[in-house]
């Protein structure tokens, strides 16, 4: 019930093309969905985010879709850039974040 | 925005001895903070959440009397890996819980990271 599960473990997109990774999860007590980009050998950055009050946010080219009855959401990254090759993780809070819980990963490679 | 700074970058120390970590908030104070393991492609792993003025809550399988976190002020976190041996050679990072002051996220709590500290023993 506490795992979030990623999808797909990598993914590799050609320039310009979108890049769509999903994230499902149990728990109905999250109530706070961030996803995070690494690139190697550096710490997450915190991408976008969203409440599950709102079924869709859209910052620049990354958007995240809600959807709160399946209890899955999803970040696009429209127009693919090599510069977006990294791994994201989506995650899942409560309790204001005092806990959270990670996804597995997924590995991105944008081909030039 | 939240800075969290992480240091050092990368150790490599002898086999038997210890190492510490730090982790500053630099620009925000922090009363909680993690500390995570990180294997080579693989996520992150919950090893405590540091609390200012108390002591660290461990998970489960996480020896406290190996990793020892100490968080002394509002912006600083250490974790010591002592008596090193190889096998504790892995990436570890630490976060902070900030809350947002503005935007559609006001209110909430964020996590920032650190860059991350590469651990290798030999």
């Known amino acids: 019930q506490q795992q979030v599960k990623q999808s797909p473990q990598s993914l590799i997109v050609q320039k310009g093309g979108i890049s769509i990774i999903n994230c499902a999860y149990e728990n109905t007590a999250f109530d706070y969905f961030p996803w995070y980009q690494q690139f190697p050998g550096k710490g997450p950055a915190l991408l976008i985010a969203i409440r599950p009050d709102v079924s869709e946010k859209k910052e620049g080219r990354f958007t995240i879709s809600f959807n709160k009855s399946a209890k899955q959401f999803s970040l696009h990254i429209m127009d693919s850039q090599p510069g977006d090759s990294a791994t994201y993780f989506c995650?899942?809070?409560?309790?204001?974040?005092?806990?959270?819980?990670f996804g597995a990963g997924t590995r991105l490679f944008v081909k030039a | 925005g939240a800075v969290v700074s992480q240091h050092p970058s990368r150790v490599i120390c002898k086999s038997g001895t210890s190492v510490k970590i730090e982790c500053r908030s630099l620009d925000f104070q922090a009363t909680t903070m993690f500390w995570y393991r990180q294997f080579p492609k693989q996520s992150l792993m919950l090893m405590a959440t540091?609390?200012?003025?108390?002591?660290?809550?461990?998970e489960q399988g996480v020896e406290k009397d190996k990793f020892l976190i100490n968080h002394a002020s509002l912006t600083l976190s250490t974790l010591t890996v002592t008596s090193a041996h190889p096998e504790d050679s892995s990436f570890y990072i630490c976060?902070?819980?900030?809350?947002?002051?503005?935007?559609?996220?006001?209110?909430?709590?964020?996590?920032?990271f650190g860059a991350g500290s590469r651990l290798t023993v030999l």
């Open positions: 995650a899942a809070m409560e309790g204001g974040g005092f806990k959270t819980i």
């Open positions: 976060s902070a819980l900030k809350r947002t002051r503005g935007g559609a996220l006001f209110g909430a709590n964020v996590l920032t």
């Open positions: 540091s609390n200012e003025g108390s002591k660290a809550t461990y």
